[in-house]
């Protein structure tokens, strides 16, 4: 199928018939000499871990039609791309599209989903070599949308690309959506200290009250990545998940074998943030490090203490950004109590295509309701932040 001039679109039902060279060359073009992804969910290794683990595949409603556009013999762009069969694993919320498309007599699934599975973390979606950024980025768009025109698929989502790719998808027809995460940047702090010092006393003194209660949960908090991450970690790690996964979303969407994949080929972009009672973990959060940002993606634990959610999941992260010259913190999906903590609103980004006309203007309206909302909350809510409104406030 060829989207325009000699660039030809390939869709491909597992990775196995990429390269991986070539794939994260516009994966992670940054990454050539060894240092770290931007974004390491959309990397060959991570993508291949979830394929591989059973995590996607059949049976799971994330089935890979990988998407590849080639020009002159070479991979000049590529996006992960599945048909769904559901909704789940996406934190952009289209059930009511659904429901409602469903009253009108019309199938909503499968549809087809340009997504980092299960990972609600911003990052390119049209991943693209560098020079090949606007043609790309169309072909791959254009090529995507043509798939769900021939084969009578009710929609195509893009779900956590970045803004400057939402503004290209909107300029060539899809519809923009705008979400709402927390997200802790790095103000120039220098060390924890520094980030206390910019908050108001109140809450400055409640976080140093929170990080007291929890490190007195009667054990030690220990950061471990790359080879310091042992089997047996993931076995606590698999726990924390099962229990969480199963309050959350009912079904935990990854597989041991993921776990064990993850140990293999992912150790070095993993940081683990575990609560020791002596040699048993008893909590923790895990985390994916980026060339500039601190992912926080999982958290559980078998015994309950006060604060060590707070301490483990964002005050450790932040911790751990500033010691490493990271430059925000990720720290997933919703969560207005994060703000308390120095975590500020910041706008995520969707682009959806929908082939009936009539339900495309539905959403569309819909959307720019939603967005203005949207808008107006991450400012008021920007406006209740933690931090000092006078920079002259007296420091405890």
Request: proline share 4%.
């Amino acid at each position: 199928m060829t989207a325009q001039g000699e660039i030809t679109i390939r869709a491909h039902g597992d990775l196995g018939g990429i390269d991986a060279a070539a794939w994260d060359a516009c994966a992670c073009p940054e990454a050539g000499d060894g240092a770290r992804p931007n974004d390491p969910f959309t990397t060959y290794r991570f993508l291949k871990a979830l394929e591989d683990s059973g995590s996607v595949g059949p049976g799971t409603g994330w089935q890979a039609q990988y998407l590849t556009a080639e020009q002159d013999g070479q991979i000049i762009a590529c996006a992960p791309l599945y048909a769904k069969s559901h909704s789940q694993g996406e934190y952009v919320f289209d059930h009511g599209w659904a429901e409602a498309y469903h009253r009108a007599g019309g199938r909503y699934y499968p549809k087809l989903q340009i997504a980092a599975p299960f990972t609600p973390a911003t990052g390119r979606r049209f991943l693209t070599r560098p020079g090949f950024e606007d043609v790309g980025r169309a072909a791959l768009i254009q090529g995507a949308v043509q798939i769900g025109e021939q084969n009578n698929l009710s929609s195509l989502h893009v779900t956590f690309c970045t803004e400057a790719e939402a503004q290209a998808g909107a300029e060539m027809g899809l519809m923009r959506r705008t979400g709402q995460q927390f997200h802790w940047h790095d103000e120039g702090f220098g060390d924890f200290a520094g980030f206390l010092a910019a908050l108001s006393a109140r809450k400055r003194k409640n976080i140093r009250k929170e990080r007291r209660t929890a490190q007195d949960f009667g054990g030690e908090i220990v950061q471990l990545t790359g080879g310091q991450i042992e089997p047996h970690h993931w076995d606590a790690i698999w726990e924390f998940y099962q229990d969480t996964g199963a309050r959350k979303w009912g079904t935990p969407y990854l597989t041991r074998a993921f776990f064990e994949i993850a140990h293999e080929t992912l150790r070095d972009d993993i940081l683990l943030i575990l609560a020791m009672d002596g040699d048993t973990p008893v909590a923790g959060a895990v985390n994916f490090i980026g060339a500039s940002a601190l992912y926080g993606r999982y958290w559980g634990c078998t015994e309950d203490h006060p604060c060590l959610h707070f301490e483990l999941c964002y005050y450790q992260a932040i911790d751990f950004a500033l010691a490493h010259g990271l430059s925000r913190v990720e720290a997933g999906a919703q969560g207005e109590h994060k703000l308390a903590r120095g975590y500020l609103p910041v706008a995520t980004h969707s682009l959806h295509w929908i082939r009936d006309p009539g339900f495309a203007e539905a959403v569309a309206q819909y959307l720019r309701a939603e967005g203005a909302a949207v808008e107006e909350d991450i400012e008021v809510l920007t406006s209740y932040g933690p931090f000092r409104k006078e920079q002259k406030e007296d420091q405890e």
